[in-house]
């Protein structure tokens, strides 16, 4: 089945740019979307197709792919963007939605 | 506004039948187009898809629990339900439901998410 890879955690200073990746076999060719999952909170769509934000979702959240590899990436990182992301895909092989293991992002 | 919300039993005995409920607002299963999944989140662990039914009826299921699982809908009260048979500890989770457009599965997310349930199994 197709599997979706992430970093266990990301950690950078306030101000600064993070970015999350999300590793799966040719994800360039599917539509990746991004959940942000604050402590204890159910999880909140942040980017959908690769790089749309959904209304509400501040600019500084970004998503791109290319090959392998999906990024999403977050400028000007506030402490309030400390959460867990997770990255998604429907994988037409199975017809199954996939999730990958989920990123720590801290803000330190 | 458009919200889901799951219900379900806190506590269910291990081979037991756990039932969850996805209640619908603002916006009406009836509708063409709107599909809905359920999720589930074990504590401290990653988000895993368990079924999805389309608005036609169509249902897809996790391989790996399809066994296990069922869910239908009920338009007329606006709750999709998802039946889990033989309970185990290992499915003690918090468990998502979440709203899709049929011509958004392949390229779109699921927005919004319910609130969740955490559902403990346990002797």
């Known amino acids: 089945s197709y599997v979706l890879t992430q970093p266990p955690s990301v950690s950078m200073a306030p101000g600064k740019t993070a970015r999350i990746t999300c590793g799966g076999d040719?994800?360039?060719?599917?539509?990746v979307h991004w959940y942000q999952q604050m402590p204890g909170q159910a999880p909140v769509l942040v980017i959908s197709?690769?790089?749309e934000r959904p209304s509400g979702i501040p600019a500084r959240f970004s998503g791109s792919t290319s090959g392998n590899t999906a990024t999403l990436t977050i400028s000007r990182l506030e402490a309030g963007d400390e959460a867990d992301y997770y990255c998604?895909?429907?994988?037409?092989?199975?017809?199954?939605?996939?999730f990958g293991g989920g990123t720590k992002l801290t803000v330190l | 506004q458009v919200t889901v919300k799951e219900s379900g039993p806190e506590l269910v005995k291990p081979t037991e039948t756990l039932t969850l409920t996805c209640s619908v607002s603002?916006?009406?299963?009836?509708?063409?187009?709107?599909?809905v999944s359920w999720f589930r989140q074990p504590p401290g662990k990653a988000l895993e898809w368990l079924a999805h039914?389309?608005?036609?009826?169509?249902?897809l299921y996790n391989s790996s629990l399809r066994s296990r699982l069922t869910i239908s809908k009920d338009p007329s009260k606006g709750q999709v339900v998802l039946i889990m048979i033989n309970a185990a500890p290992t499915d003690t989770a918090t468990y998502y439901c979440?709203?899709?457009?049929?011509?958004?599965?392949?390229?779109?997310?699921?927005?919004?998410w319910g609130q969740g349930t955490l559902v403990t199994v346990s002797s």
């Open positions: 979440a709203r899709i457009f049929d011509y958004d599965i392949l390229t779109g997310g699921f927005d919004p």
């Open positions: 603002g916006f009406s299963l009836s509708n063409a187009g709107v599909s």
């Open positions: 039914i389309f608005s036609n009826d169509d249902t």
């Open positions: 040719n994800i360039g060719s599917k539509s």
């Open positions: 197709s690769d790089s």
């Open positions: 998604q895909v429907w994988d037409t092989t199975s017809d199954h939605v996939i």
